[in-house]
Every structure is written in C-alpha cells, then in structure tokens.
C-alpha cells in the first residue's frame, strides 16, 4: 500500500481555474512509431534489418547504411547518463509553466544518444541509467532516464507525476459497482489511495453479491446510474461531474451469443446499449466537464479509462454479438481520446482476456480474475500508458493480431482461442 | 381460426347503457387515474437474465427547440410492451394463444369500458406481502357487495402502488420476487364461475411474486389469458375507488399483433359513492 499522499490543499474559489497546456505534439509518421510502442508501455527503437544499426531518433533511412528497411525493435534502454542539466528557461508554455526540467544526454548501450528527462531517483552523470519511454500529457512518447535497475516510478518524481494519472488523493467515478469487475476495482483503487470514490449502481432492486459490502468501504459512495439512461447519467454529471478526477467504466453486459445462437436483436442491442451507447451517453455528459478541469491543480481531471475487450480487436464468433460491441465501444474511445486529448485527458483502454466472471462459466481457462484485471486498472494510471492487455490471453491474442490480423480471424472462427 | 373457436364464447359485453345511466342519475361523477408515470425510474419486471428482457421505458430527446429541431420539443421513447401500467391480452400467454381475438389490434372495442369490482386486500398484503386472495375472500366480498357481475374487471387493491422506492416495490429477495396476488382456485372461480373480464393488479404482474411455484405456475396468466381474460398490472389509486360502481376505461394501444402495452387506464366513479 503507497504511502498516503500529502492530501492537497483545497483550491482557492476566488482565483481563475487555469487552462491546460501541454507539451509540443506535433510528430511525423515515423515518430509516431515510438509512441506506437511507449503507448503498450514499451520502449522500442528502428533498427535496420539491413546493418543492424539501432537509430535515433526516429528517421526514414538507416544513419548507417541507408537502407529504408527499419524495423522497430524493442529495447531494453540500458546506458550511460553521459551530462544533464536543468532547464531554467523555456519558450514553451507548458515547460515554462513547471520549470526547472532536468534533463541529459543518455549514450544507450545499442549505439545511439538520446535525450531524456531525468528522474530525480538516478545519480547524478555520469552513470548508468535506464530509459524507458513514457506518454507525456499530450499523448506522446518522450523518454525517461531512471536508476539502471528496476522500473523507475514516475510518481516519485514531482515533475514526472504529471505523465502518470496516480490515483492517489483523486476522486474517481467507477460507473459500475455491482460487477465482480466493478467491486475489484473499487476495492485496488481504495488501496492505491484514491482519495474518494463514487459507485454506480443500476437497477437497485437486483442485488449483486458483494455489493452491500461496498457501502463498509471508507472514501466510498453509491450512487445512482444506469448508463442506458440518459437522463440518469445526466443527472449523476450535474452532481459530481464537476469533482471527477478519473472516470473508471467498467459497465459491461457480457453475454454469450453467437450470432445464430440468439434469436432476434434484443439481446445485442442491450449489450450494445451497455457497451457502446452507455459509453457515448458517459462521454456526452461527462467529458465536457473532465476536460474543463484538466488544469484544476492539484486535483485536476486527469484521466478516463474503458475496460474493453480484447474481443474488440479481433470477433471471437461465440460471443459474436458482445465483440461487436466491444469493438464499437472501442473505437468511440478512439474519438473520446481525440477530445480529451487537447485537455491533457488520458483515455485509457484495457482489453483483457476472458474475465473469470459468471457470465463466461464455459469459457475454458486461463481466465484473468477481476482482482488481476482491476490491478491492471491501477497500474494503468500509476503508470503512462495508454493502451493495457493485461493477461496470457490477451497478450497472445495482440501478437496473433499484430502479426497477421487475417490469420486471427481465421483462427478464430475455426473456435481457436 | 376455425368456426368454432369463433363461436366460442367471449366474455360479455357491458352493458354501457345501463352503468351510464346509472352514473348520470348518480348526481355528478368523479374521474380518478388509475395510471402511474411512466419513466425510466419505474421498475421493470424482472427475469433471469439468461432470457430474453423487457425493456424498461426510456426516452431520448429527438429536439428541444435547439439545433435540432428549432421551434419543437419531442423524444422518442421505448419499452417493452408490459411496462408500466399496462394491459395484458390473451395472446400474451401461451394458453391464449390460440383464442380468437386475441391481440391488441382485434380486442373487441367494448371491453375497453367495464366495471370494476374493487376487493380491498390493503390491510392483508400489508402485513404479508406473499398475501394471496383465495375464494373465501371472494365469497366474503361478494356477501357484503353481491355477486360479481360477469364482464367486470376484478381489481384487487393492496396499496402497493404507495411504496414508491423502487427497492421496495419490486420486493424482491434471494427467493424472487414477494408481492401479492391470487391463488389458483381464486382465478378459477374468478374465470370459470363469475366470467370476469379480467384481473387487475397494483403490483408489476397479476400474478403473486412467487407464482412460479404455484400449480399451475402463473395461474392468473394462464387460466385468465387462457379463457381470452386480461390483465391490468401497475394499477394506482385503487384506494379511490368504491367497491362497487366504478366505471373503467382500459384502451390500449392498438398493436398488430400486440401482446400488451401501456396505457391511461381512468376509472368514471359516481360522485355519491365514498371509496370501497
């Protein structure tokens, strides 16, 4: 359990609420690779398939050869702090507004020089570091350099805190709570320290096992939502919207349908009413205020986060109708990113495997518990990422996806899992 | 549909002249509603969620003399059938499926207006929400009231519609669902002996909560619709009425094929009579 934050001061009301700024985001194509990559929470770097130089930054043809065939490799960021400095100065509003920056020149192990910022836990140059890559608040990958061992964490470090959306001292809106997924993550936020959290609740004459227990939790609160209502979750923003620091959706209507195996559409169009329209009607209503206070320091709006599906990349045929509907979730979450995203919102998108949940009983293992999916939620925020697929099977099925998109489906309509 | 079931025998028709008369010479009338709001609050009935779902009532702005329709305001809504105060036709039970005239669009037009015979069970369900009307509280009824005439409504009023939080008047436990209703040999009697035009409830089905367990399961369902009967469920303001002498109005949408639907069910009570 993380230290308990400093508890923020409350804002003054009488001073302007500040609008965000953020840092420069403008990226060529190639460049994109490396948030591509920093975006899954990796850091990857073109390497030519022709001379095996590594390259930065990115570029069209390799510095070494000039072969155009650059392929991006992971990397495991090892080298040398070789100088650093602290910017004191910055044309930029968005670095002008937080100076100093402290900042220096990695020689990485795999050949190439790259700047950074430095982590206020790495030694002072020269010695050995460790770069990752991390998103800044515009999205982005920038660089990192921490200790050489072990993952540095960026919430240690005042300034590098803004890439992450830490839930510590937030309050946080998870819109489901009667779920086994709803009542996981409720419970791991609690224990990474959100400051306050808001339970959805729907239909409050179903009782949920485990939910009565919620109400126990400190810093908790039921309220009602039912995001196949409207007028539900405009009421719920015009209440609470305006303290949101972090909406975690974890709405899901999970039913096992192929398409032939249900007859009719009632039951897809209340997964998709769920899934898809529940995730607009939470957007219509919610992100306009999120994104007002994206600048509200210390505790500003500072994330979204969709638990998906990794049905969404690819259609698993005997859930047919739920993928689809994963799937049109996530790409209003692609939209959804587009709009928060000049705010400095970061939408965040987990896709799990099959959840251990009563709906998927015959699902054979493995299956991601929602103890191990709502851990993933958090370290999603504690860390700078923006898309998750936490589990064996999800993180197969991305490669598979990856690879060869076609063969997957393939694959899976011959009922592979 | 073949001759005979055509000529089988449907429930009676009111005689309209009649109740109206007496309701002009009463000296004034009273009009009460019998409807609750319809909303997305109020509560749907529940199954397992393995089967298909009724959807509750849902409405979406199309324009609000915005952008999207400057100088009007309307919504679309939705839901199931049997939602809200509702009516139920015999089409909507397997054992009326094949009754003639069964569907909303083919409902004879002169059951829509019947009288209704109001059995007070407010003190009972009270005090035990599994309370079920059995062919005593019938007889019991009738020996204060008189018979039940053939082609009433037959409302049986428990004052659940005052438990307004949608918790407690879905009363719904690790058992299902606790509300009041009728025994198998009430509805029996109630079809077979008195000829009702049907059954009316203020709880979400006329049947009891825990009808599922009854022999047959749904007894008011499947012996009302059976017989070509309705139902009323979701009623409100039963307490209002008199025993005996209320005129109803029950007009549903008219639905090709329909099973059921909302409607504004309004009660005519001559202005002398109290209420029950």
């Given at each position: 359990m993380p230290e308990p934050a400093k508890r923020p001061k409350r804002k003054n009301p009488v001073l302007r609420t500040r609008q965000p700024t953020l840092p420069p985001a403008s990226r060529s194509r190639v460049a994109l690779g490396l948030t591509a990559a920093a975006a899954r929470g990796r850091l990857e770097l073109q390497v030519c398939h022709d001379c095996g130089a590594v390259q930065y930054p990115?570029?069209?043809?390799?510095?070494?050869?000039?072969?155009?065939?650059l392929v991006w490799r992971l990397q495991?960021?090892?080298?040398?702090?070789l100088t650093e400095t602290v910017l004191?100065?910055?044309?930029?509003l968005f670095f002008r507004e937080r100076l100093p920056w402290r900042v220096g020149i990695v020689r990485l192990d795999a050949g190439v020089n790259v700047i950074a910022f430095v982590h206020t836990n790495a030694g002072a140059a020269p010695c050995r570091v460790r770069v990752d890559a991390a998103l800044d608040r515009a999205g982005q990958a920038v660089l990192i350099a921490g200790p050489?061992?072990?993952?540095?964490?960026?919430?240690?470090?005042p300034k590098l805190r803004e890439m992450t959306c830490d839930p510590r001292s937030r309050k946080i809106l998870?819109?489901?709570?009667?779920s086994a997924l709803g009542q996981a993550v409720v419970r791991a936020l609690g224990q990474a320290g959100a400051e306050h959290i808001w339970i959805g609740e729907a239909e409050p004459w179903k009782m949920a096992p485990?939910?009565?227990?919620?109400?126990?939790?400190?810093?908790a609160m039921i309220v009602p939502l039912d995001v196949t209502d409207g007028n539900s979750v405009r009421e719920l923003a015009g209440e609470i919207g305006g303290k949101v620091d972090i909406l975690v959706n974890t709405c899901d209507c999970h039913r096992t349908f192929s398409i032939a195996s249900r007859r009719g559409i009632e039951t897809a169009q209340l997964e998709m009413d769920v899934n898809y329209f529940g995730l607009l009607r939470l957007a219509q209503e919610f992100a306009p205020v999120l994104k007002a206070r994206?600048?509200?320091?210390?505790?500003?709006a500072i994330a979204w986060v969709n638990l998906l599906?990794?049905?969404?990349?690819?259609?698993?045929p005997p859930h047919g109708t739920y993928s689809a509907s994963k799937a049109a979730a996530f790409s209003l979450s692609q939209a959804l990113r587009a709009e928060l995203g000049p705010a400095g919102v970061r939408v965040i998108n987990l896709f799990p495997g099959?959840?251990?949940?009563e709906w998927d009983?015959?699902?054979?293992?493995p299956k991601l518990s929602p103890a191990a999916a709502a851990t993933a939620v958090v370290e999603a925020l504690e860390g700078s990422l923006e898309d998750v697929y936490p589990g064996d099977v999800a993180r197969d099925w991305l490669a598979r996806h990856l690879d060869n998109p076609k063969a997957l489906e393939r694959e899976l309509s011959e009922g592979a899992q | 549909m073949t001759a005979a079931k055509k000529a089988e025998v449907t429930t009676p028709a009111t005689d309209l002249r009649a109740i109206l008369s007496a309701v002009m010479a009463s000296g004034g009338i009273r009009l009460v509603d019998l409807t609750q709001t319809l909303s997305p609050d109020f509560p749907p009935i529940v199954l397992p969620p393995e089967m298909g779902q009724s959807r509750p009532f849902r409405m979406e702005e199309i324009?609000?003399?915005?952008?999207?329709?400057?100088?009007w305001y309307w919504n679309n809504v939705s839901f199931g059938?049997?939602?809200?105060?509702h009516f139920d036709a015999p089409i909507h039970w397997i054992s009326g499926r094949?009754?003639?005239?069964?569907?909303l669009d083919t409902?004879?037009?002169?059951?829509?207006i019947a009288p209704a015979c109001v059995i007070d069970c407010s003190t009972e369900a009270g005090a035990d929400a599994d309370f079920l009307l059995t062919t005593g509280h019938i007889a019991a009824w009738e020996k204060q009231h008189g018979r039940i005439v053939a082609g009433s409504w037959v409302l049986m009023r428990t004052?659940?519609?005052?438990?307004?939080?949608p918790v407690a008047y879905q009363n719904l436990d690790e058992t299902g669902q606790h509300t009041p209703g009728p025994d198998p040999d009430c509805v029996r009697l109630l079809v077979?002996?008195?000829?009702?035009l049907g059954f009316g409830t203020e709880?979400?089905?006329?049947?009891?909560?825990?009808?599922?367990?009854?022999a047959p399961p749904y007894p008011c369902h499947y012996y009302m619709h059976g017989a070509g009967k309705y139902g009323l469920q979701c009623?409100?303001?039963?307490?209002?009425?008199?025993?005996?002498g209320a005129l109803v109005i029950a007009a549903p949408l008219?639905?090709?094929?329909?099973?059921g639907s909302p409607l504004r069910v309004l009660a005519i009570v001559p202005a002398s009579s109290g209420s029950g």
């Open positions: 990115p570029r069209e043809v390799c510095r070494a050869c000039l072969s155009h065939r495991d960021g090892c080298g040398e702090l004191r100065n910055a044309q930029e050489e061992h072990g993952r540095p964490d960026l919430s240690e470090d998870v819109t489901d709570g009667k485990g939910f009565e227990a919620l109400r126990e939790l400190p810093k994206a600048a509200d320091e210390p505790t500003n599906s990794i049905f969404a990349l690819s259609n698993y099959p959840i251990d949940d009983q015959l699902g054979q293992p | 324009s609000r003399y915005d952008d999207r329709g400057p100088a059938e049997h939602t809200g105060t094949d009754r003639p005239n069964n569907s409902l004879p037009l002169e059951h829509f004052d659940w519609s005052k438990r307004t939080d077979k002996e008195r000829d009702v709880t979400i089905g006329t049947d009891a909560g825990q009808a599922a367990h009854f009623l409100c303001n039963l307490d209002r009425l008199p025993a005996t008219k639905i090709l094929d329909g099973s």
